[in-house]
């Protein structure tokens, strides 16, 4: 058990819908970044938000957005979701911008199957 | 970051130990070594780093070549539940950036 958690699970939806994914970081981690894995493009790094303020930005397209609230949880939005968004959407959580304090650890992820 | 290379597949034997190649040939004097793995579907678990020294923990152990220009990770004995995929990912280390994976080795131990 890493100590990040993600929900739901699972997520079943239709093409044009919007669903919104949680995270919530280790405790004292400071840092959130969200990765997508799917089956052809493999693990790819969406979005990083480090203590409430937006730090690094991935492949994330426009149709996608993120914040992470004052008790440094963070929500991933996706909205006129496609077939091709269908994937395993992931969480991570660091420290922050420390040399030696920055090993990422993952949550469990969410499954998006867009039918 | 400093590209990776590493083999796409392995096979080893339960109980024996698995030794993992990677390559960073452009590695610069700032960046550590980051080995995670992925249990299928599961996400990515950190395993060990190290920046220039040999590194172990209770997972596994970092060689680390002098020159820094490839590593090897080795899982002293190999379980069935030690089957992944394995990324070596060489990064800046203080900058909190993002992880940037490869295609990774899977490992498959065999009974």
């Known amino acids: 058990d890493s100590g990040v958690t993600q929900t739901p699970k699972h997520l079943i939806t239709a093409t044009g819908q919007r669903v919104t994914l949680r995270c919530s970081p280790r405790?004292?981690?400071?840092?959130v970044y969200w990765y997508q894995q799917s089956l052809d493009q493999g693990l790819q790094f969406l979005i990083q938000?480090?203590?409430?303020?937006?730090?690094a930005k991935g492949n994330i397209l426009e149709r996608f957005s993120a914040q992470q609230f004052p008790d440094l949880h963070s929500e991933l939005n996706l909205s006129s979701l496609e077939l091709g968004d269908s994937a395993l959407y992931f969480c991570?959580?660091?420290?922050?911008?420390?040399?030696?304090?920055?090993?990422?650890?993952f949550g469990p992820g969410t499954r998006l199957l867009v039918l | 970051d400093a590209k990776t290379t590493q083999p796409p597949s392995m096979d080893c034997a339960e109980g024996r130990a698995a030794n993992l190649p990677c390559n960073h040939s452009?590695?610069?004097?700032?960046?550590?070594v980051y080995w995670y793995r992925q249990i299928h579907s599961q996400g990515p678990q950190y395993i060990i780093h190290?920046?220039?020294n040999n590194e172990t923990n209770e997972m596994a152990s970092l060689i680390i070549t002098e020159d820094r220009k490839s590593s090897t990770l080795i899982l002293p004995h190999a379980t069935l539940r030690d089957t992944a995929v394995y990324y070596c990912?060489?990064?800046?280390?203080?900058?909190?950036?993002?992880?940037?994976f490869g295609s990774g080795t899977q490992l498959t131990v065999l009974p």
């Open positions: 405790s004292g981690d400071l840092s």
């Open positions: 452009t590695i610069s004097g700032n960046e550590y």
């Open positions: 990912i060489v990064r800046v280390d203080g900058s909190a950036r993002q992880l940037t």
């Open positions: 938000y480090y203590n409430g303020e937006e730090r």
């Open positions: 991570a959580s660091s420290v922050g911008a420390l040399a030696g304090r920055e090993t990422q650890y």
């Open positions: 190290g920046l220039k």
